[in-house]
Structure formats: structure tokens, C-alpha cells
């Protein structure tokens, strides 16, 4: 029995909704549900490897409805299957449960996400900003994030060669 | 392991006031790039290691957002550097996967051949500067004499020795001619000796075992569970090289085998990559000699690929094409769709994850990055080990800090 058919028989009450392009194989899945859909797929599938997490700012996409998709590459290293599980949060708190007790890998990148889109994790144990400096508010990857104009860097406090 | 706050307690503890902290980068000959690392240290022993980066985030996936799937070929060049061209054949693995391309014959040997020969270049690179930074000048010398024959190669295909923006949508900005073909003959030729004079030189030297053997384990299970792939998830026994599981290019036509080690430790890393390059050169001698004839690009008819130069300044249907895909304002129907398309990079799996809205830009062009995977590790694999350890875990990992921060 392939996972995706697992995943319907075990959460047959869900709203999950399964695609295919080119050899991807997906499933949009409810936020609420999205820990324990993962887990099942880590501990009763054999979808031992979280290859990427990363998230898409829906906000100028042509028919969308909701502002942030989340989305996790699994794969499998005993049978090389991929799986690709996507999931929706919105504005003004958009939150979902850290991954990393499943898969440690989720650590950096689960912090990625949240430096690039401000999409908290709970429950991650060090959720803090990577990329940028601590100081920087803002996040440059969601698409209402200014291009030009004066930005957070002019902010910084310039140190003089007298102050330091 | 993360950084925790109970860690920095327990370390800020009265009775351990004898632990001091050592600011490592970011700018040391060691880390090659910027990154940096702060380290608790116990004498000489790490007790605790934090990891800083950022400071080379430029905002590449910003601008993969902005520019068209051919023109951001520039950018994803610089990520990892060490094999630029790589990164190119990777993007636009993607992007054809995304618009439903298969590529001409000729096209997946020649990429085939690039692919192998960034292999080859990568881990040049990485085992020279490794004995560099534990005091092997010599193997280091030498392996960068061959990756200068490799730059040759480059450059005679694209004009470049370095970032070489060589492949397009549908194919290649230029074809190859028969002197290039001698210069990989001749390259394949001389590089076994140059590869046998370095094992000679590090593979039984004390010295060397002596500072990369046990050092910076990782176990097999540690690897599958953060992520790790490439040659070092193979150190350390998972059999894993998408070139074998999800075929792309010309690689299910050819045989090579995966190599893979026991030990999980520097000393295993370091074989892995000398012998994938002998890998590399097999396959790179079964392409070389059998390159299909043919056109190196898709037909220009499919409307996303560049048409040939003596089409655009001799006919009128070829100019307009060249227009319609070079224009700001034109451009090419792309579906409505997503898509995670990943290779074998040589550091490991290099993925994209492309939205694309209809228009020949990304909505979101996001890359999956070896390097960030895998300094995520670092801090596990370096505790309790000694500070000149530090030097040969970081260079055994192969971080990229361009691709590290992006």
C-alpha cells in the first residue's frame, strides 16, 4: 500500500487533497492536522528524511486564498520515494508546530522560514533569526517587503573610530 | 544540536568559570569564507559550539523573484562557486521539469560531461584545501594545477572560465566543437597520475590519518535524520547518490557505481571523494566518446528556448522568436504550477522548489542548499573534540558560505 493511500485510509475524516505534476507527488493537508500527518508519515511510513522546509507569500498569486504556503520535501532512503506536503497559514499570527522532535534537519530550516516570512514554529527550541542580525525587523521575503527606499539597514547605530 | 538556553546556564555556572569563549571567523584562513563560530572551550577540549552566519546574505532568492528563468542563471553561479556550473544544470533541471522539456541527446551528454567535471573540480578543491589547512601543501599545489585544466575546458566551451551562465532553458548558449572533445581527452589522460601522486602523498601519511581519522563522526542514522546527503551521508554508509535513484541526463545510460564508506569520520570523507573523482572520470570517459550528433538545443518551436544565432540574423521567424523570449515585456507561457526538482550536486542534494505564475519569472525560486544542511550539524560533530579539530571537521563538511547564506 503506497503512503498516500495509508494516508487515506488512516485520516479518511481530514481534508487532504492529493496531486500530481511530473513525477511530484503532493498532498495539501490542514494545518491543525499537519504534525500528526507527519508523524505518521516518519514513524508508521518510512519517510525517515525531511529534506526541505521552505514557504511561498502567496499574496500577489493569481486565485489564491490564503497568504502563506508551507511546504516539506520527505523522502523515504529505503525506497527513494519523495513526497512533497504542503499546508496554509495566514495573517495576523501565522504559526505552525515545529517539526524538529521529528527530524533534527528541521532545525535551520524551520529558523529560515521564520527569518525569510516571519511564520513562527512552536515548540522549536531555538527560533531565532539566521540570515539576518538580530536587530533587523521585517521579512525580506514576503512579497509586500519594500524594494527601494531607505530600509532597516540605515538604521544601524554607526559606530565612530572615537566611539569604539 | 541547537544552541539551548539551558546549555549557556549550565555553562555560565559559578563552578565552571574556568571555560572561556573563543571567537573563531568570520574572517580565518580556516573558514574560507565567512562564516563564524563561537566555542566554549575546556582547555583545549570544545565543550559547546554556536555557529553564526548571515554575513554573506545577499538576497539571491529575492532576485531569482525578479529576473526570468535564463537571466537568473547569473545568480545561481555564485552560490557555490567551487562548481559553478553545476548550479546552472541544476537550475535548469528545474525549470525544464517545471515547462515539460526533454532535452536533446547531445545536450544531456554535454551536461553530463560538465556535471562530472564540477564533481571533479569540487572535490579537488576540498581535499587540497583540507591537507592545506593540516599542513599538506603539497596535494594541494598539485590538485589546483588540474582544476586549471578544468577552467581551460570551461572556458573553450563557454567563453568563461568561472561563471560560466553556460546552459539555457532547452539547452546550452553554445555548442562544442572537436577541440574541446581533445582537451577532455587529454585532460582525462594526465589526471590519473596527478590522482595516484596525491594518494601517494596523504591516503597512507601518518601525519594526516593522525589528525582526520576518528574525527568528527557522524553515524548513519544522524545523517538520514538531519538531512544530510551527498559524499558525506556516503562516509558514513547511506547509500544514496540521486544520480543512481532518480535518474536525470545521461546517467541511467551509464555505468559507474556509488561509492560509499563505513566510518563516518573525516579520514572516511576524504576517501569517499578521492574515489568518486575516479567515478567521475569513468563516466567522463564514457560520455566523451560517445556524444550523439545532433542539435545541442531543443527546437526553438517550443517557445521558452533561445533559437540559434544564424536563425535570428537569417530569418524572420527566428528573430522573432529570439525577440519574443528576450524582451522584458514578452516572454513565454509557463504552467501554473510548483515544483521540487532536485540533483547531485558534489556536496550533495542541490534543490530547487519553483512556483511559477504563468509569466517566465519564478513567483518563488527557492534553493535547497547542501552547505546550510550541513554546518547545521557541525555543532553535534565537533563537541568534545579538540580546537585543531575544528580545522579539519569544517574542511572535511565543505561549507560554501556563499551558498551557506545565499
Known amino acids: ?113 521564520y527569518d525569510m516570512f516571519g511564520i513562527r514554529f512552536s515548540g522549536h527550541p531555538d527560533l531565532r533569526r539566521i540570515l539576518t542580525p538580530d536587530e533587523f525587523t521585517g521579512y525580506p521575503l514576503r512579497k509586500d517587503y519594500p524594494l527601494k527606499g531607505r530600509g532597516e539597514r540605515h538604521n544601524f547605530p554607526v559606530l565612530t573610530r572615537a566611539e569604539s | 544540536m541547537p544552541f ?34 563561537v566555542l566554549t572551550l575546556d582547555g583545549e577540549t570544545v565543550v559547546n559550539a554556536v555557529p553564526h552566519i548571515g554575513y554573506l546574505h545577499s538576497g539571491f532568492e529575492k532576485l531569482g523573484e525578479h529576473l526570468d528563468f535564463n537571466q537568473y542563471v547569473t545568480i545561481v553561479d555564485r552560490m557555490n562557486y567551487i562548481s559553478p556550473l553545476h548550479n546552472e544544470i541544476s537550475w535548469h533541471h528545474a525549470v525544464e521539469k517545471l515547462l515539460g522539456i526533454e532535452l536533446t541527446p547531445r545536450c544531456k551528454y554535454l551536461r553530463t560531461i560538465l556535471a562530472e567535471l564540477m564533481r571533479i573540480q569540487d572535490h579537488l578543491l576540498n581535499t587540497g584545501t583540507c591537507a592545506l589547512d593540516l599542513g599538506g601543501f603539497t596535494a594541494f599545489l598539485y590538485f589546483f594545477q588540474q582544476r586549471e585544466l578544468i577552467y581551460d575546458i570551461v572556458e573553450t566551451a563557454s567563453g ?16 562544442v566543437n572537436n577541440a574541446w572533445v581533445d582537451k577532455v581527452r587529454s585532460f582525462v ?32 542514522e544522524d545523517c538520514i535524520n538531519m538531512g544530510v546527503t551527498g559524499p558525506l551521508a556516503r562516509a558514513s554508509g547511506v547509500l544514496r547518490d540521486l544520480r543512481k535513484d532518480e535518474p536525470y541526463l545521461a546517467y541511467p545510460d551509464l555505468d559507474f557505481k556509488v561509492v560509499a564508506a563505513k566510518d563516518g569520520d573525516c579520514y572516511a570523507r576524504y576517501l569517499v571523494r578521492m574515489q568518486e573523482m575516479v567515478e567521475s572520470i569513468k563516466i567522463i570517459e564514457q560520455c566523451i566518446e560517445n556524444i550523439p550528433e545532433g542539435p545541442v ?27 519574443e523570449v528576450m524582451m522584458p515585456n514578452r516572454g513565454f507561457p509557463t504552467p501554473h504550477e510548483e515544483i ?67
Do not use: C
Not at chain 1, 96 to 102: D, H, I, M, N
Not at chain 2, 356 to 384: L, M
Open chain 1, 1 to 113: 500500500m503506497s503512503a498516500e493511500d495509508a494516508l487515506k485510509l488512516k485520516f479518511a475524516g481530514a481534508d487532504l487533497a492529493f496531486s500530481q505534476f511530473r513525477d511530484n507527488h503532493r498532498i495539501v493537508v490542514p494545518a491543525a492536522k499537519l504534525f500528526e500527518i507527519l508523524a505518521f508519515l516518519k514513524n508508521e511510513q518510512h519517510f525517515d528524511m525531511l529534506a526541505e522546509v521552505t514557504a511561498v507569500d502567496y499574496l500577489e498569486y493569481e486565485g489564491a486564498k490564503d497568504r502563506f504556503g508551507v511546504v516539506y520535501v520527505l523522502v523515504s532512503t529505503t525506497s527513494g520515494e519523495r513526497l512533497v506536503i504542503k499546508t496554509f497559514v495566514n495573517d495576523p499570527e501565522p504559526l505552525l508546530p515545529s517539526v524538529y522532535s521529528l527530524w533534527k534537519s528541521a532545525d535551520w530550516l524551520e529558523r529560515e522560514v
Open chain 2, 4 to 37: 539551548e538556553v539551558s546549555d549557556l546556564a549550565e555553562l555560565d555556572a559559578p563552578d565552571k568559570e574556568y571555560l572561556w569563549t573563543l571567537n573563531f571567523g568570520p574572517q580565518h584562513p580556516a573558514t574560507h569564507t565567512t562564516l563564524r563560530l
Open chain 2, 340 to 406: 521540487y526538482a532536485a540533483t547531485e550536486s558534489p556536496n550533495g542534494e542541490l534543490g530547487y522548489y519553483i512556483v511559477s505564475d504563468g509569466t517566465p519569472r519564478a513567483y518563488r525560486a527557492r534553493t535547497r542548499p547542501p552547505s546550510y544542511i550541513h554546518f547545521a550539524v557541525f555543532p553535534q560533530i565537533i563537541k568534545n573534540h579538540q580546537l585543531s579539530d575544528v580545522v579539519a571537521v569544517l574542511g572535511s563538511l565543505n561549507i560554501i558560505a556563499a551558498e551557506l547564506d545565499r
Open chain 2, 189 to 220: 589522460k594526465g589526471f590519473a597520475a596527478v590522482h595516484a601522486e596525491v594518494h601517494r602523498l596523504l591516503t597512507r601519511n601518518r601525519i594526516f590519518i593522525e589528525r582526520v581519522k576518528g574525527i568528527g563522526y557522524l553515524s548513519a
Open chain 2, 160 to 175: 568563461q572560465r568561472f561563471h560560466t551562465s553556460y546552459t539555457r532553458v532547452g539547452g546550452v548558449a553554445f555548442d
Open chain 2, 297 to 323: 538545443n531543443v527546437d526553438a518551436g517550443g517557445k521558452a528556448v533561445i533559437p540559434a544565432k544564424p536563425s535570428v540574423y537569417r530569418s524572420i521567424e527566428g528573430l522573432i522568436q529570439h525577440f
